[in-house]
């Protein structure tokens, strides 16, 4: 069945809103279903925000400034999700001359993490726009004026476009005013905000940021008030519609597509096999972290997201600028212009390197090459196919393996995370290899590691991590725990997840486990305490 079409162009418009006149650390994760926290000890009482909640967590956390939200999102759980806002006054003009680089965020800030998204944003304005570069922000707020402490008066959804104002505090950038309730973990609404900015702001290449809480393969993007998350396999039927429906729609309206896409996880453990595996066929590049990110976010002034990104843009520019010279100086004289290397790869290169520098609140983060070099509709393998089918393997031994208890050692004793289930890909064939005898088990832990070491060319570009916290982090965690544990609101099990599926890991998974064993319990809420609204959350768009 061809895939449901969601964006601007192909859905029934809503009225418009009425325009507006206007010029301490959290993690973004949220929690997995185990009754401990990161200490691993046992805490004294359920989180009370958390309707059925079975984890339970430190009672610390139950004072944590983001449980100030706990009753307004008690108010909202009885409404339905906001409707999808699909139209609205275009206040900040369009630009319809194709720039080099399109940096778009999607910021979903009605959550307890609304300070630091915002300041997200104020970090890129710092950078801001220029001739080579759009750099633009869909941020949600809530309903609720009195949930933030910037002006008083910014409550929903607007559209930055950010320009440079690298003295503010505050966001000063010209935006549009989209409505003032919007769900923006609702996946048709975060297409119907991407193909706006594609159309509306074209480039040769785009970089979608996706900033917010995150949970592993569980999900990612909270909305408190108008929504709930959306699940892995939501995010990614997004991201398989960039290249085929967008592709469609752009040049229906006259626009170029953008040659390559590059996606940024600027929220929690979304750094994992699960979520690539869906957007392998649309995603040239992704950067993102296995474990938790502190609440301020990827250091944003020195990248996008925080200050690694708003660095990592601001390299680009000036390397477009670069380029740009070298290319008249070249003409100039006749000789051969010197390359400068100014690509999403590159990019996504940029990114590690601010964050080596500048670390603060990221034990790792790692970028790879997912689609890049496959033309549409190809069969050519990708290195990132090369792994899939590495791990598929190494599946079907550990399924006929005898040895279980070798495999069940190594993932006991390999590189974990906040979701304590979730292991470094490469350090848990490096532990098999140490337990385990089974040559088959070996030869398949051999081929992966293969497929997992770094390089231009390679899946892997470049890795970064604390070797404080996490010394053998490699760039890729993959789940190990029961494959009948479930997401946040029993609506799925791992073994559900489309990669789970269809490379077997789940059924390698469910021979591991115990004879008459349970199976895990929800959890129902994030990592840091916070709550999720007892709604349904978005699943894939049809």
Request: glycine content about 8%.
């Amino acid at each position: 069945m061809k895939p449901e079409k969601i964006g601007p162009t192909s859905l029934t418009n809503a009225p418009a809103p009425a325009p507006e006149n206007s010029a301490p650390v959290k993690s973004r994760a949220k929690a997995a279903p185990a009754a401990y926290y990161q200490d691993g000890k046992h805490a004294a009482a359920p989180d009370p925000n958390v309707v059925g909640s079975t984890r339970v967590i430190a009672p610390a956390l139950l004072d944590k400034p983001g449980n100030v939200l706990a009753t307004r999102i008690a108010a909202a759980q009885d409404t339905k999700s906001a409707p999808l806002v699909t139209t609205w006054q275009h206040d900040v003009p369009s630009q319809p001359k194709g720039k080099k680089v399109l940096f778009v965020n999607m910021v979903a800030g009605d959550c307890n993490l609304a300070e630091y998204q915002y300041n997200n944003l104020v970090m890129q304005q710092k950078v801001g726009s220029d001739d080579n570069t759009n750099v633009v922000g869909y941020i949600d707020m809530g309903p609720d004026t009195s949930a933030n402490a910037f002006d008083g008066k910014f409550k929903g959804a607007r559209m930055y476009y950010l320009k440079k104002d690298p003295a503010s505090s505050k966001l000063t950038s010209k935006f549009d005013t989209i409505a003032d309730h919007v769900d923006m973990s609702n996946p048709k609404q975060l297409l119907v905000f991407l193909e706006d900015a594609f159309k509306r702001f074209p480039a040769d290449e785009v970089v979608v940021v996706y900033n917010d809480h995150g949970n592993g393969w569980q999900g990612e993007m909270a909305d408190d008030s108008d929504g709930s998350y959306a699940t892995i396999p939501g995010m990614d039927s997004i991201t398989t519609r960039f290249k085929a429906q967008f592709k469609e729609d752009l040049e229906a309206a006259g626009v170029k597509p953008p040659s390559s896409i590059m996606v940024v996880d600027d929220a929690c453990m979304e750094m994992n096999i699960e979520k690539l595996y869906g957007n392998r066929t649309d995603v040239d590049f992704e950067a993102g972290s296995e474990e938790t990110i502190g609440g301020a976010g990827l250091p944003y002034t020195p990248i996008l997201g925080g200050k690694p990104l708003a660095s990592a843009i601001a390299d680009a520019q000036k390397k477009y600028v670069a380029a740009a010279k070298a290319l008249k100086a070249a003409a100039k004289s006749g000789k051969r212009a010197p390359k400068v290397n100014t690509g999403l790869k590159d990019f996504a290169n940029s990114i590690i390197e601010v964050v080596k520098k500048n670390p603060a609140g990221l034990d790792t983060l790692s970028a790879v090459q997912v689609n890049q070099d496959r033309p549409v509709g190809s069969t050519v393998k990708t290195p990132f196919d090369n792994l899939v089918d590495a791990v598929k393997v190494l599946g079907v031994a550990i399924k006929q393996t005898r040895d279980k208890r070798a495999i069940t050692r190594a993932i006991t004793e390999a590189e974990g995370y906040e979701i304590p289930e979730m292991k470094d890909l490469q350090d848990l064939c490096e532990k098999i290899s140490s337990h385990s005898q089974d040559k088959a088990v070996l030869a398949a832990c051999t081929a992966v590691i293969a497929n997992l070491r770094p390089g231009t060319d390679n899946f892997l570009l470049d890795n970064e991590n604390n070797p404080r916290t996490h010394p053998r982090s490699h760039g890729l965690s993959i789940f190990t725990g029961d494959p009948r544990t479930p997401d946040f609101m029993n609506t799925m099990t791992y073994a559900d997840m489309p990669f789970a599926k269809e490379t077997g890991w789940a059924e390698a998974l469910a021979s591991l486990q115990p004879a008459g064993s349970e199976a895990p319990k929800a959890a129902g809420h994030w990592p840091d305490g916070s709550a999720i609204p007892n709604r349904e959350p978005h699943g894939a768009i049809n």
